[in-house]
T-cell receptor, first 113, second 115 residues
Framework: SQKIEQNSEALNIQEGKTATLTCNYT??????LQWYRQDPGRGPVFLLL???NEKEKRKERLKVTFDTTLKQSLFHITASQPADSATYLC????????????WGAGTKLIIKP | DGGITQSPKYLFRKEGQNVTLSCEQN?????MYWYRQDPGQGLRLIYY???????QKGDIAEGYSVSREKKESFPLTVTSAQKNPTAFYLC??????????????FGPGTRLTVL
């Protein structure tokens, strides 16, 4: 069956450390993978996109990796801050004609001061 | 300001009533989407529309209806046939395409509670 999985348990990280979130998928072949941030009671906000032929993408303190062999993407936040506390969602873009994204359930990240 | 708006932010419904959630965008996006989000679950697609006057069922369309008479507007009606409508509803839009064109922009959401 087709699945996209993110850690269901909250991730607690000490301020200043690097937070690493995981997105695993099975039986999909995404052309792209996107990461979004969602704050409580609000809609998700796009952060980064990585293509299937890219190994790594960076934006300020954010870094995303994409391993199509392992069927996994890792999302890193370096020098984490309490303001980074949120739920982070990954989404697969299969490049289908209906342009839909396939969403993970998200991982809640808590950065402790 | 360009963006996507949803109203109301909170909505209470009595059992047996239909309610309509509003979604408007001024981003000039062709594609619009409605999702339902329940605690601890991912976004589940209710309906989507790629162009005006056309829309398609998503994974959980039963008990919901939509219309797309204007490019800017994509209202969602939650009918009395929806057995468990209490949830957080999110509307999104995108340019329509792949890669960055598939990036979705979300509204602030409507929290619907059935009394």
């Amino acid at each position: 069956s087709q699945k996209i999985e993110q850690n269901s348990e909250a991730l607690n990280i000490q301020e200043g450390k690097t937070a690493t979130l995981t997105c695993n998928y099975t039986n999909y072949s995404p052309a792209y993978l996107q990461w979004y941030r969602q704050d409580p009671g609000r809609g998700p906000v796009f952060l980064l996109l990585i293509r299937e032929n890219e190994k790594e993408k960076r934006k300020e303190r954010l870094k995303v990796t994409f391993d199509t062999t392992l069927k996994q993407s890792l999302f890193h936040i370096t020098a984490s801050q309490p303001a980074d506390s949120a739920t982070y969602l990954c989404a697969l873009d299969l490049a289908r004609s209906n342009y839909q994204l396939i969403w993970g359930a998200g991982t809640k990240l808590i950065i402790k001061p | 300001d360009g963006g996507i708006t949803q109203s109301p932010k909170y909505l209470f419904r009595k059992e047996g009533q239909n309610v309509t959630l509003s979604c408007e965008q001024n981003l000039n996006h062709d594609a619009m989407y409605w999702y339902r989000q329940d605690p601890g679950q991912g976004l589940r697609l209710i309906y989507y529309s790629q162009i005006v006057n056309d829309f398609q069922k998503g994974d959980i369309a039963e008990g919901y209806s939509v219309s797309r008479e204007k490019k800017e507007s994509f209202p969602l009606t939650v009918t009395s046939a929806q057995k468990n409508p209490t949830a957080f509803y999110l509307c999104a839009s995108s340019i329509r395409g792949q890669g960055l064109k598939a990036t979705q922009y979300f509204g602030p959401g409507t929290r619907l509670t059935v009394l």
